[in-house]
Nanobody
Framework: QVQVVESGGGLVQSGGSLRLSCAAS????????MGWYRQAPGKERELVAS???????NYADSVKGRFTISRDNAKNTVYLQMNSLNPEDTAVYYC???????????????WGQGTLVTVSS
C-alpha cells in the first residue's frame, strides 16, 4: 500500500511565496508522473503542474512563470514552489502520483489528502 502526504500549505499575503511538498511512502517499486492539482471553492479540480520521472514539466497557463515543480526521485518526493501568489491561487492543493509496487504490475493513481493554501489580498 502507498501513502502520499502533503505539507507546506498555509496563509500567505498576496505577492508572497509558499513551497509545497509531497512524499510517497510504502510499497513502491517505481513512480511515473507526479503532479499537483488544486480545487477552489465552487470550482472543479484542475491541474496545476506535473513532472515525469525524466523531469519533463507541464504547467497550467495561469501559473506559468510563477510556480516551479520539481522532484527528488531518491526521496519519492515532489515539490511545488509557488511565487507571486495572488488570491486567485487560493485552493486546496492535492498531490497526485502514479505508483507501482512491482515491475510486473500497472501503475496506480494515488492522491494525497490535500493541503489548503490561502492567499490574502
Amino acid at each position: 500500500q502507498v501513502q502520499v502526504v502533503e505539507s507546506g500549505g498555509g496563509l500567505v499575503q498576496s505577492g508572497g511565496s509558499l513551497r509545497l511538498s509531497c512524499a510517497a511512502s510504502g510499497s513502491i517499486f517505481s513512480i511515473n508522473a507526479m503532479g499537483w492539482y488544486r480545487q477552489a471553492p465552487g470550482k472543479e479540480r484542475e491541474l496545476v503542474a506535473s513532472i515525469t520521472s525524466g523531469g519533463i514539466t507541464n504547467y497550467a497557463d495561469s501559473v506559468k512563470g510563477r510556480f516551479t515543480i520539481s522532484r527528488d526521485n531518491a526521496k519519492n518526493t515532489v515539490y511545488l514552489q509557488m511565487n507571486s501568489l495572488n488570491p486567485e491561487d487560493t485552493a486546496v492543493y492535492y498531490c497526485n502520483t502514479h505508483v507501482r509496487s512491482s515491475w510486473y504490475v500497472r501503475y496506480l493513481e494515488v492522491w494525497g489528502q490535500g493541503t489548503l493554501v490561502t492567499v490574502s489580498s
